[in-house]
């Protein structure tokens, strides 16, 4: 372990590369969920990340700090710089979102979803602010190979593809096998975002399109943050994420579609049994997101278009109490200074009064 590192002049060169680089990638993860959600840190308050590297440890971990920040820290040995790598930065980065949210329990099912989770947006972090969008699904490309998992064959890394099939932990190593059954929502979340074909362990043939890594990070990111809970099991994240498909594109949606699907592709529930699939016009009503819901403080909005028309918030009396214009169709807005309650959210899109239900709660 290296003393904290100073600069004078705030010229880096190479000497700190270890140190320039893992911070570097923190702030990346910073962005991503800001840019990306309205999330503001871990936390979504702001709450201040310290980042230790070149740690006398083989391995790279997430706790929370002080009674002021949260800590990350990335080991180095063997040669290998933990914090060098961005995936494993932003793997670990999302295990303080999921503390701040879900807090799955780390053990077993939930501890298993609890890595996935840090696994999918390892990957998708570092497709997005640091690749131009493209991955080989691989998380950990630059620290040792047993440690390495792929999204898109987590046979290969010794995970199972399928619940409780080839490969599944059923023992009590590794806390029931978090690091090891984390492959099924790993495959889920592959096969939603790329799409795939092929036979399951359980001999069931899929055949999904993908809907993009974008969409699928918006469902993981929605049953993360806003549905699950510190006990939920696979069912629930099935449950969770099918319910946030549904939210953010509407039912029957190609998306919503797709997202049970993927779950019969890795060994949970049957293929979507849809009639129909859902246009615009039938969804644009139910594609309005509110989260997290109830809020105690700043609630985040994504809207099908964009509105010039004033939103409006008003009371179980019919009283307006707030009431603010944007054009964006993601944004955060601050309620804090609402009494605990619920409340209605009223918006005009294109013609169409859209009104959704918040609860303020702190």
Not at 6 to 15: C, P, V
Not at 39 to 50: C, H, K, P
Not at 210 to 223: F, S
Request: proline share 2%; glycine share 8%.
């Amino acid at each position: 372990m290296l003393d904290n590192s100073k600069d004078a002049d705030d010229n880096w060169g190479n000497a700190y590369l270890t140190e320039t680089s893992t911070h570097y990638h923190v702030s990346k993860c910073w962005d991503y969920y800001r840019n990306t959600f309205g999330r503001i840190g871990q936390n979504n308050a702001s709450r201040e990340v310290r980042v230790r590297t070149q740690w006398a440890v083989n391995n790279a971990y997430f706790a929370p700090g002080g009674s002021d920040h949260n800590d990350l820290t990335f080991g180095k040995s063997g040669g290998w710089d933990y914090g060098m790598e961005p995936s494993v930065v932003a793997h670990e980065f999302t295990h303080g979102v999921t503390h701040h949210t879900a807090n799955l329990q780390y053990e077993y099912e939930s501890g298993a979803l609890n890595e996935s989770f840090s696994d999918i947006f390892g990957i998708v972090i570092q497709a997005n602010m640091l690749d131009g969008g493209s991955t080989d699904w691989i998380l950990g490309n630059f620290i040792p190979s047993a440690l390495t998992r792929s999204l898109s064959e987590p046979n290969n890394s010794y995970q199972p593809n399928t619940y409780l099939g080839n490969m599944w932990e059923s023992g009590s190593n590794d806390y029931g096998g978090v690091h090891t059954n984390s492959g099924v929502q790993n495959k889920w979340f592959y096969v939603l975002a790329k799409g795939d074909s092929d036979y399951n362990d359980l001999f069931n043939y899929y055949d999904v399109n993908g809907i993009g890594i974008t969409k699928a990070a918006r469902i993981a990111y929605y049953a993360l943050t806003s549905i699950l809970m510190n006990s939920s099991q696979y069912s629930d994240s099935r449950q969770a994420t099918i319910q946030a498909a549904k939210i953010l594109f509407g039912e029957c949606s190609i998306e919503h579609q797709a997202t049970i699907d993927s779950w019969y592709a890795v060994g949970l529930g049957n293929l979507n049994d849809c009639s129909h699939t859902a246009s615009v016009i039938e969804i644009s009503d139910q594609n309005v997101s509110i989260y997290p819901n109830p809020s105690d403080g700043t609630i985040s909005i994504e809207l099908p278009v964009s509105t010039n028309e004033p939103i409006k918030i008003i009371d179980l009396f019919g009283n307006l109490v707030k009431q603010f214009e944007t054009n964006q169709v993601f944004f955060q807005t601050d309620i804090s200074d609402l009494a605990d309650g619920i409340y209605m959210v009223i918006f005009d899109l294109n013609g169409n009064k859209v009104v959704k239900r918040i609860i303020v709660q702190k």
